[in-house]
């Protein structure tokens, strides 16, 4: 008889660990902290379970862990799941054990709930220790409750069952308050470090976004000074040219920080992937007359997603590749068809070394002298937004090839 009760107190406390560790998982997949609803769900199962291997001491008394998922529920997350977790608790007793002493059951339970729900507010600013002392506390409180009244009822307790129902419920109740301590402090320090992470990045995008910014626009600036003292129409005209320069190289700094700021994405449309890349080299060909292209396209094939974004984002490969031949090079287009598309766009620039390719699409990240990487983030940020995928092949000094990988759209004209 004390291996079975033993067994069971054991495997009611593996219950109330999985369900522990179900909650730091569902917080670590989620990024969010369970709602009201879920944990209502996973502290009804696990009491489910601690009811159905409850331990049955003599008519009316069982031992079990059922009353710790309903502290920790109750403390961590308020009143009304206190309230709602009470009556999961009174009708499962009734149902899978019976109505012997229920009536007990719901006065211990309810007295329990009106502490719990009084002191949850403060039990989350409190100390460890003290909140460990807490549950002990409440925990003993039941169980002299249940003692007291097996007593008047003369329900038959032998001394070493005591143990099962005092010594292991106690035991049971600390080492679960310390678990549930554990991963609300590590979900504390998880936020913490995102938080912080996105505050760094912030503060260096608006770093990076107003250097790049203020350089063509003070380089404007001073054009357009010139041009108001400037009377040579010739050179006036120059002056203005290099000012409309500068501020296009703002302009576009700034689009690719919006790329990936930009919250309001545009209507999803097909992109016939062709047209897009064919559009791209016809513009680009000519600004880069010292790298020779090719192309190896496919007809009729389309992805969804944005237009202005698809060309962007191959846009600024393309660009990256012709800017890693100073020198002049070859680069080519390369469309391959299996159960997705892959467009490959390779160079014979100066390559990466695997460093190189490990933080590539990094923020701020760039092999150039000047630059910022926003270009390449940005194309990476819209490749996944694609629900696609971004990889790279390089060498130093021997090229680079970027490959990505999209979903095909069906092909409406077909048929």
């Known amino acids: 008889m004390i291996d079975s009760a033993l067994t069971n107190l054991l495997l009611n406390f593996l219950f109330i660990i999985v369900g522990l560790l179900a909650f730091a998982l569902y917080f670590d997949f989620k990024k969010k902290t369970p709602s009201k609803s879920i944990v209502i769900f996973l502290s009804t199962f696990t009491i489910l379970l601690c009811v159905l291997f409850s331990y049955k001491l003599t008519a009316g008394v069982y031992v079990d862990l059922r009353r710790i998922p309903f502290f920790l529920a109750s403390l961590y997350f308020g009143p009304l799941v206190s309230f709602v977790l009470m009556g999961v608790i009174i009708l499962l007793r009734y149902l899978f054990i019976g109505s012997g002493l229920i009536h007990l059951v719901i006065l211990n339970y309810f007295i329990t709930f009106l502490i719990l729900a009084a002191f949850s507010n403060g039990f989350l600013r409190a100390k460890k220790k003290v909140k460990m002392l807490f549950t002990v506390v409440i925990c003993f409180s039941m169980t002299v409750f249940n003692l007291v009244f097996g007593y008047v009822y003369e329900a038959e307790i032998s001394r070493n069952e005591y143990i099962y129902l005092v010594l292991i419920p106690l035991v049971a109740t600390i080492i679960s308050v310390m678990i549930a301590e554990m991963i609300r402090k590590l979900i504390i320090m998880r936020r913490t470090l995102s938080q912080h992470e996105k505050l760094q990045v912030e503060s260096q995008l608006a770093a990076s976004i107003s250097h790049e910014v203020r350089n063509p626009l003070t380089s404007s600036k001073g054009f357009l000074q010139l041009v108001r003292e400037e009377k040579d129409e010739e050179l006036q005209k120059q002056f203005i040219d290099l000012s409309l320069k500068g501020i296009d190289q703002a302009t576009h700094v700034i689009e690719d920080y919006l790329t990936f700021t930009n919250s309001t994405p545009d209507k999803i449309e097909r992109i016939n992937v062709k047209h897009s890349i064919v559009e791209l080299i016809e513009m680009v060909e000519p600004l880069a007359q010292h790298v020779s292209f090719s192309h190896q396209l496919i007809d009729d094939i389309y992805v969804e997603g944005q237009a202005h974004s698809f060309r962007k984002c191959i846009g600024n490969i393309m660009n990256n590749a012709i800017e890693s031949m100073p020198q002049g090079g070859k680069l080519s287009v390369e469309m391959i068809v299996n159960e997705n598309l892959i467009i490959a766009v390779t160079d014979s620039g100066l390559g990466m070394t695997k460093e190189q390719i490990k933080r590539f699409g990094e923020p701020f990240f760039t092999t150039k002298d000047e630059g910022t990487g926003l270009g ?40």
């Open 376 to 415: 390449v983030m940005a194309a990476n940020i819209i490749v996944h937004s694609m629900k696609g995928n971004i990889q790279v092949k390089s060498e130093l000094n021997r090229g680079t090839t970027v490959y990505i990988e999209l979903h095909k759209s069906l092909n409406l004209d077909a048929g």
